[in-house]
């Protein structure tokens, strides 16, 4: 599925589009698989350490994670993203041609998959009932250009936020700030659970729209697009990815090892290649300034 030319300029008035059933079960499935296969050995991991009494197998996928995280008491979210994760089935999402067909129209034909990446099993507020436990992860009012170093600031990078499940409005949606990508780079400061969000004298002027999702619907995000969530306050665990993606010939404002997934100027990056090139990196233990907003 191709974006059509009003879809275009939908999203370069609002910042954002949501496209409904751009993605099918055989897109999605292999890779919801492979996460609860991955998440069925974080159990047996748990289980051999002493960490957890059994490894809860008969739950399902949405809330296997959160049991367990409150079983062990340790947040595991970190195990199932990036840069944990670098398993096959990843890699051939990133690759995946009705993905990158949506990306094109906005990116054009030379499409980098930029490697500020995440996998978000984002938690219920109250997994056990106790808030001396809460695992959950509200994310605060943030731009994504904003974690994107200066040499990236005339790139269009566009987040893709795909979720794996149904989402509601009460498991905490994406919530996004119409129009407001027009304005520029707005300043960030250090938020108290850890990332950035916007300074309390640069907050946006308009309300924020929830957008609650279906399974196989994809929210396409301008990367100055001021955008939250709220806490989970479901049973469910909210599974979703973003990916971030831009033109392959621009500055991707991170230096980090990204993806091209397609181009008819170069070759792409092959499997083996993605995992070189981030072991390259873990080897090298080189410091690698990834934030503007570090004090001088």
Partial sequence: MQLSR????????????????????????????????LVDQIARDLVMAGRIAEPYAGLPFERRLAVLTWACGES??????????????????????????????LVGPEIHCHPTQHVRPKLPAFIGGGASRDFSFESPLH???????????DTLVVTTWIPLVDVSV?????????????????????APGGGLTIA????????????????????????????????????????????RWN?????????????LVRSRERPLTT???????????????????????QPS
Avoid: C
Avoid at 8 to 36: C, K, T
Avoid at 144 to 152: G, S
């Fill in 6 to 37: 009003e879809q275009i300029a939908r999203f370069e008035s609002d910042g954002y589009l949501v496209v409904e059933g751009a993605l099918r079960a055989d897109d999605l499935d292999p890779l919801i698989a492979d996460f609860d296969e």
């Fill in 200 to 243: 309390a004298d640069a907050l946006p002027d308009v309300a924020p729209v929830p957008l609650p999702l279906e399974k196989g619907s994809v929210l396409l995000l301008h990367g100055r697009t001021p955008h939250r969530s709220q806490p989970n306050s479901t049973q469910i665990v909210r599974w979703s990815v973003d990916l």
């Fill in 143 to 153: 731009q994504d250009a904003a974690a994107l170093l200066p040499d990236a600031d």
């Fill in 76 to 105: 595991l979210q970190r195990r199932v993203s990036f840069p944990a994760n670098h398993r096959p089935a990843v890699f051939e999402f990133l690759n995946n041609v009705r993905l990158l067909d949506l990306v094109e129209g």
């Fill in 247 to 259: 033109d392959a010939g621009k500055p991707s404002g991170r230096p980090l090892p990204g993806v």
């Fill in 271 to 293: 499997y083996e290649g993605w995992l070189r090139a981030w072991d390259d990196i873990r080897r090298e233990r080189v410091p690698r300034v990834l934030d503007r907003w």
């Fill in 170 to 190: 009460d498991m905490g949606p994406v919530e996004v700030y119409p129009g407001r990508h027009h304005g520029g780079l707005l300043r960030h400061v250090k």
